[in-house]
């Protein structure tokens, strides 16, 4: 079945410093790409997302970027801060026209005041 | 609020018992998905809903479970003679589908029903 793999299952970084998730897909028909953040017994929530037709995209800290060739997409935040702590998931569209999404298995980051 | 609810937030059981979760959308959303989440993992798709017509059903929904979207509004998701490994949070989530769109719309998620079985 379509799979999406998520690393590092675990991050920690200081304060002010920038933290990097990666996630690759297996659909070749995927062509949309959330990325939700999940605090403690909280609801998703998404962050950003990109459209296969887009290669970047940026909002004020957060920005994700995807190669579809290699079918790789990644988020980056920069300037982290304590309340930047959650675990964050990457998913990807099925392409079969429901547009269900599958997930990866989730980054704990820490972020360390 | 206008989220996306479900009721209830918090379900033990006993295994064997049957139990009903309700989910109400956006009340303009026409897509409706059912998610579970196990610990430590993301969310794995269940069923889907496009206004009352349940499109799409994972492998991973026995037969032992059955969803609903009577007026293609709330939906509701039974187990039936509950396992410990229905053990999960029940997420649902909506999306609007605009004609001549994309098609792909953000899922809004709602809170989850956690489900334990004793």
């Known amino acids: 079945g379509e799979n999406v793999e998520q690393h590092p299952s675990t991050l920690s970084v200081q304060e002010g410093d920038s933290a990097v998730i990666k996630c690759t897909y297996s659909?070749?028909?995927?062509?949309?790409f959330p990325w939700y953040k999940q605090e403690l017994g909280k609801r998703p929530q998404l962050i950003i997302d990109?459209?296969?037709?887009?290669g970047e995209k940026k909002d004020q800290r957060i920005a994700v970027t995807l190669n579809k060739t290699a079918k790789h997409f990644s988020l980056h935040i920069t300037e982290t801060q304590p309340e930047d702590s959650a675990v964050y998931f990457c998913?990807?569209?099925?392409?079969?026209?429901?547009?269900?999404?599958?997930f990866g298995t989730g980054t704990r980051l820490k972020v360390l005041a | 609020d206008t989220g996306v609810s479900q009721d209830p937030r918090h379900k033990i059981t006993k295994r064997g018992q049957n139990v009903t979760f309700r989910c109400d959308p956006i009340?303009?959303?026409?897509?409706l998905y059912w998610y579970r989440q196990t610990l430590g993992q993301g969310p794995e798709f269940l069923t889907y809903?496009?206004?009352?017509?349940?499109?799409?059903k994972s492998r991973l929904l026995s037969d032992r479970f059955s969803a609903e979207r009577p007026k293609g509004s709330f939906s509701t998701l039974e187990i039936q003679r509950t396992e410990q490994g229905d053990s999960a949070m029940y997420l649902c989530?909506?999306?609007?589908?605009?004609?001549?769109?994309?098609?792909?719309?953000?899922?809004?998620f709602g809170p989850g029903t956690r489900l334990t079985v004793l």
């Open positions: 989530a909506s999306s609007l589908r605009t004609s001549g769109g994309p098609g792909l719309n953000e899922q809004f």
């Open positions: 998913a990807a569209s099925d392409g079969s026209g429901t547009y269900k999404y599958i």
């Open positions: 659909d070749s028909a995927s062509n949309y």
């Open positions: 990109i459209r296969s037709n887009v």
């Open positions: 009340s303009e959303h026409n897509r």
């Open positions: 809903f496009q206004n009352e017509a349940q499109l799409e």
